[in-house]
């Protein structure tokens, strides 16, 4: 099981090395992330995008592509960069998708392009991964960037594509907290009454590979001492050892989200899920440290999809 | 401007001491809470319940409520207890109202009773103040416990409440930032719209004694390296410096709440407002010093309200 953002990378060093493409990776911040991710062995990079300006950012950071026989592809329109980048990962010549210097809904389009995209059909959520300081195993908060307001199938869909992520970052069965300002079901609460719902349709069988328990408060999911004196906690499946946090909405999970970057010492990566291979869509205030753990996020998901997608 | 409880706790110092009546005084933790407050001269404690059980847990932690003039009144019955309780607040024989052993309900029960109670004709909300390593300010949050679907009106009503408290605490003019999770205005996302229509009440003088803001990401309400990098921030009246973090909903602002109190080195207090006097309406899991902070948070906005209520 991974605790912590080292042992997914110490994962990633025992699998393929993966390919990642990336689209319009004229950036100096992406491209100094994809270097190191390079140097250490945790991806093999395609550039796309404005070759010129490329290798200038290349030899300002002391890379020498050629020697390293890294692929660059000149597309120096962002639009186009973005569908060659892609298309790679749809072709299966590289494992995973990830965000250069263009706006995210460019990025976005690409990933849903018919053609050429890593469309499954389902819909697409976010799922980030958090190594907090004080808290003994990974936190996988979805959905937190994406979706704005998942309904109670989405939220069903939403667990499936985390319970893949958790099961490649080696978590097993993980335990699922449908998050709410309560633990009792409150029919004025909507959100208790879906929390409840996907509880029961785990307990039926139709929720696999992990333990729902909802809705829960966030001292019940995450806290053990704060969940062993609550009442009622005794006949609880998760007792404040939550492995997966999932939001009533984007709202709540945005705000704990930029909470735990601001106020807390952390690790963190993220990736996009319900595509046919793992995508990153990276933010430019995300650290170059996110920005390596989101590329070893992306590549032991990749290895775990074995290309099957989500 | 205080930014921090311990400027409060020197504020307390300098007003005249404040009495508190206390309904169903016979709990450990909250005695040794109400002592504490007592030694620390934060205020004077008047403690109604079970004079027995009460006699027999000051006994115990050593508090010899004759030779400190402290009156108890002895009313066996919870609900009774909390009645004899909040009417000596309302009777102006006390300055403010602390749940002791009863359930929350029961409590605000006796805070809205007609006869005896601490109704302003308008609604309740809640502020719990934050003192967070790493943060150079208190922080007001509002709502996190306890109103869980603000309206548009609720939230301008919870503004002018909280305004006040920023007030007795020394922070003028306060900074307000209505919160989502994003920071521009999206006719998707109502929350959005709302924070629009606060900030434009603000700005028409509706809406007074303070800065509104909004919609604002976290980010963008509490960190200025962050504020600053983001596009359109020079417009903002906010930028990174919000005193008031305004919460679209009960989960959203729960959430938040247990996450600062499960993953930060903090300090805070909380009271309810929109009553004839401040209350206090603390939690088993609260600390001692959350509750004694919560009463020197009381006993500053009880001297600033000067009996006029919110």
């Known amino acids: 099981m991974s605790a912590s953002f080292d042992e997914i990378l110490e994962q990633v060093s025992q699998i393929p090395t993966k390919k990642l493409s990336v689209a319009a990776a004229q950036d ?21 995008g404005d070759e010129a300006k490329i290798r200038e950012i290349a030899s300002q950071i002391g890379w020498d592509l050629d020697a390293c026989g890294i692929r660059v592809i000149n597309e120096p329109d962002v639009e186009q960069a973005a569908l060659a980048a892609v298309k790679l990962v749809h072709d299966g010549e590289a ?17 849903l392009n018919k053609e050429v995209g ?30 704005p307001y998942p309904t109670l199938e989405d939220k069903e869909q939403i667990i499936n594509y985390v319970v893949k992520v958790c099961n490649a970052c080696g978590v097993q069965n993980p335990k699922v907290a449908p998050l709410a ?3 009792v079901v409150n029919p004025k609460m909507p959100v208790t009454v879906e929390a409840d719902q996907l509880t029961k349709w785990n307990e039926e069988g139709r929720i696999k ?16 001492e704060a969940a062993k004196h609550k009442a009622g906690a005794q006949n609880r499946r998760i007792v404040g050892d939550a492995d997966v946090l999932l939001f ?16 807390t010492e952390f690790k963190n990566g993220c990736i996009l899920m319900g595509t046919k291979a793992p995508a990153i869509l990276t933010s430019r205030s995300d650290s170059k440290e996110t920005k390596i753990n989101s590329i070893a996020l992306a590549a032991v998901v990749a290895h775990h999809l074995n290309g099957q997608g989500f």
């Open 181 to 183: 300002a309560v633990e």
């Open 118 to 147: 890593l469309r499954t059909g389902k819909m697409l959520s976010h799922v980030c991964v958090f190594q907090i300081k004080g808290i003994d195993r990974l936190l996988f908060l979805t959905d937190v960037a994406f979706l």
């Open 209 to 224: 590979g992990c333990i729902v328990d909802g809705p829960l408060s966030m001292d019940l999911a995450i806290d053990p």
């Open 28 to 48: 100096l911040p992406v491209m100094e992330a994809v270097k190191e991710a390079y140097d250490r062995k945790i991806a093999v990079p395609i550039l796309t």
């Open 248 to 263: 009533p909405d984007i709202h709540a999970g945005n705000l704990v989200y930029k909470t735990i970057v601001r106020m």
């Open 95 to 111: 494992d995973m998708y990830m965000k250069g210097l263009l706006e995210s809904k460019t990025f976005l389009r690409s990933v």
